[in-house]
């Protein structure tokens, strides 16, 4: 190329190229804004949207990387230490499939409804805290990871001016087209067919597969509702199946919720003496324990993390309180509690019991050992029939629920309720 230019316009290519190169025009190539992605599960992840580009280097998504998609769920698979960042990344990029195989459809989305997929998406978590839905409502009271969420999207669209409106309409199905927000949240979103798959993945437990591809395939939309087609239908029984396994196997394992109990105790204990005066506030995760939450704490709760809670739990370890110290050192060194789990909630004698000999056996006051007991319940609803049905849409033309039009008649016992309770306490 250069053979053919003559001096100057060699000099102002060599200038415009040094310009480039360092950045300076980076906004104004619609080059750059295009990224490859290599996700371990789906594989490569490709983005050219600007306004995505902006979601996902803003601080508050980056913040996703340091906080764990599965709590405590390590202490059982080692593997399970994959992030909310991840997590986010494969939601959009099946929310991208999916827009694709409905466009081929021939789904109206327009380019406007489509950015606010993805950007929806995106920020469906982004108001997770640490640990994520281990410590929901014990780091601040009274709201839900949902609610924090829109308060973030809403912050973010400030300033972004005004370009999630669209996204957060969205995400408040407040459009007139009900299945773009089905695509983000419902019975067969985006999210949990990147959550299975990618919890089964890292957890290596293999029930939890659940065909995400054939599943998006399948997607259709029918009178503005998300529907799947008929010849699907096994590919839904499939996934409801792997759903109630993987809440056994994986997020309500027994040892993964003694782990829950211990640092929600640790926290418990945390704040008791923070009001006390016993400790000072001297982290910042200090200034939250047990407040209720309003909107003027939201900048500062999304600067925490995960490691957040472990400068919690490892000065805890040297603590003078005698409690805080034997939550934190058991804790930290996977000396964990003995749990039993039944099908009826436990005499609260038993409980008493436990108490009782905890109390003499660490030299402290039965009020104290309650510090050391834990008792609740579990519970496993595969389908929840509330308003979100999984649609099977007929070959002609009539649409079913997914327990009707099923052949599979264990199927239906998948929309009861499974209630169990445990009891967990220091050995």
Not at 32 to 38: A, E, P, S
Not at 53 to 60: L, N, R, V
Not at 61 to 85: E, S, W
Not at 103 to 124: F, S, W
């Amino acid at each position: 190329m250069f053979l053919t230019m003559n001096r100057k316009e060699i000099s102002i290519a060599f200038c415009l190229s040094t310009i480039y190169q360092k950045g300076y025009l980076r906004n104004l190539s619609p080059m750059h804004k295009h990224k490859i992605i290599n996700d371990p599960v789906w594989g490569f992840i490709s983005i050219s949207n600007p306004l995505i580009f902006k979601i996902i280097e803003h601080p508050y998504f980056q913040r996703l990387r340091r906080i764990k998609q599965l709590g405590m769920t390590d202490l059982v698979y080692p593997g399970a230490n994959h992030t909310r960042f991840a997590h986010a990344l494969g939601a959009y990029h099946l929310m991208s499939k999916a827009v694709a195989v409905l466009k081929q459809k021939r789904v109206e989305i327009t380019p406007a409804e489509e950015e606010a997929l993805y950007c929806g998406i995106l920020l469906h978590d982004i108001g997770h805290g640490p640990f994520s839905h281990t410590l929901e409502f014990i780091i601040v009271k009274g709201i839900h990871h949902e609610q924090l969420s829109l308060n973030v999207m809403q912050v973010m669209n400030k300033e972004f001016n005004g370009a999630l409106d669209l996204a957060i309409q969205i995400f408040l199905d407040e459009h007139p087209k009900k299945f773009l927000h089905q695509l983000i949240s419902s019975q067969l979103d985006m999210d949990r067919l990147d959550y299975l798959s990618r919890d089964s993945f890292y957890t290596g437990v293999s029930e939890g597969v659940i065909g995400a591809d054939r599943l998006i395939h399948m997607l259709n939309v029918a009178d503005e509702e998300l529907v799947i087609e008929q010849k699907g239908i096994y590919s839904v029984e499939k996934f409801l199946i792997a759903r109630r396994l993987m809440y056994w196997q994986v997020y309500l394992h027994k040892t993964v919720v003694v782990g829950d109990c211990m640092l929600k105790q640790i926290l418990r204990r945390t704040g008791v003496l923070l009001k006390e005066g016993t400790i000072k506030a001297s982290l910042p995760i200090h200034h939250f324990m047990g407040r209720e939450f309003d909107e003027s704490m939201l900048s500062d709760f999304l600067k925490l993390d995960d490691s957040d809670i472990f400068a919690v739990v490892k000065n805890g370890m040297d603590s003078k309180d005698t409690i805080l110290r034997m939550l934190c050192v058991h804790f930290i060194n996977r000396d964990l509690w003995e749990i039993k789990v039944d099908e009826a909630p436990f005499n609260p004698e038993i409980l008493e019991s436990k108490r009782k000999k905890l109390a003499e056996k660490y030299n402290i006051s039965e009020a104290e050992s309650t510090y050391f007991v834990w008792s609740d319940s579990l519970e496993n609803n595969a389908y929840m029939q509330k308003g979100e049905n999984i649609t099977i849409l007929q070959k002609n033309g009539t649409k079913r629920d997914v327990t009707e039009a099923s052949d599979n008649y264990n199927l239906d016992t998948l929309k009861k309720k499974v209630v169990k309770y445990f009891i967990a306490w220091s050995d």
